[in-house]
């Protein structure tokens, strides 16, 4: 299907992704996990959830392999790759791809998706690893959520889950990972790591930058948050119009309101999806983010 794994699509921490070809013509991405000392847990977590799942912005999975210690999954292909390539490198030609109506479209596509996890589904299922790199684009831009080795399924009536490891990747993870007096696990671990995805969006930058060249400017979410009526302080796009400038603004204002430090504050994603879509003029300014900014010499 592979052609003996020749075209490497990408890497993550749980395996590389090759492109591949059903025997109709039809490309496939296909995600070669790699041995894990969690018996098989991701691979598990993937196929139990993601075979639970029907919705445009979650990406499709086509089938598996499970072979002794080979484990495999086959998904749809996804011709424009991941999201990070797009809003961190910020070539003219991504420029041109990616409109602030194109941002804001995805914006909205991601929004749906959680929801759709979260609300949508028999058993609700918490990602617990949304980030840029996990958003794949189709030809049309269409976002999709991938990547759910992670993954935790719970009742839908059950509102705070028990968890006794930390899930996620560091810059992403809700406070209340890695400090239980911030409130319990829940969905709205989600809803911080989609704000904070969502603020890099707006930069077209890592949220952290130890390298920036004012101290002030290492921590983007309270950058964002002191210069959000600054004309084009915030966005390193071009806004070439009142409507543009009008999404920058939102996604910023949704985007601190989900990085709110206790869960209690933070919408949920159906609200989110409420707010992206509201007139700006019906957003509420939210609290500064509490966090100070971190020290140059983290990373």
């Known amino acids: 299907m592979t052609n003996s794994f020749k075209l490497k699509l990408g890497q993550g921490g749980f395996g590389t992704v090759y492109k591949g070809k059903l025997l109709t013509g039809s490309p496939v991405a296909v995600k070669l996990l790699k041995a894990s000392k969690r018996n098989g847990e991701e691979f598990i977590n993937e196929v139990a959830s993601i075979s ?100 935790k399924l719970c009742p839908r009536n059950e509102s705070i889950i028990s968890m006794s490891d930390r899930r996620g990747t560091m810059g992403y993870f809700a406070p209340e990972m890695v400090n239980r007096h911030f409130g319990g696990v829940s969905q709205k671990s989600d809803v911080y790591s989609y704000g904070m995805m969502l603020l890099e969006m707006v930069g077209g930058r890592k949220n952290i930058n130890p390298e920036a060249s004012n101290t002030s400017e290492i921590y983007f979410p309270h950058f964002a948050y002191r210069t959000l009526d600054v004309d084009n302080e915030v966005r390193p796009y071009e806004v070439m119009n009142a409507e543009e400038d009008e999404i920058a603004k939102r996604m910023t204002v949704v985007g601190l309101w989900c990085i709110q430090s206790l869960p209690n504050d933070r919408p949920t994603m159906s609200r989110v999806v409420d707010m992206l879509e509201d007139n700006m003029n019906s957003l509420e300014m939210p609290p500064k983010p509490l966090f100070s900014s971190p020290t140059r010499s983290q990373t």
Not at 69 to 91: H, P, Q, T, V, W
Not at 118 to 125: D, E, F, L, S, V
Request: net charge neutral; proline share 3%.
């Open 52 to 151: 639970r799942t029907s919705h445009v912005n979650i990406v499709t999975l086509l089938g598996f392999c499970l072979e002794g210690s080979k484990k495999a999954l086959i998904y749809e292909f996804m011709s424009n790759g991941s999201l990070d390539k797009f809003i961190y490198n910020r070539g003219p030609e991504n420029i041109a791809s990616l409109t602030w109506e194109n941002l804001y479209q995805i914006a909205i596509g991601i929004a749906r998706g959680l929801e759709y996890l979260h609300r949508g589904c028999n058993t609700k299922i918490l990602h617990f690893d949304i980030k840029p790199h996990n958003i794949l684009l189709d030809e049309n831009f269409c976002p999709k959520i991938s990547d759910f080795g992670l993954a």
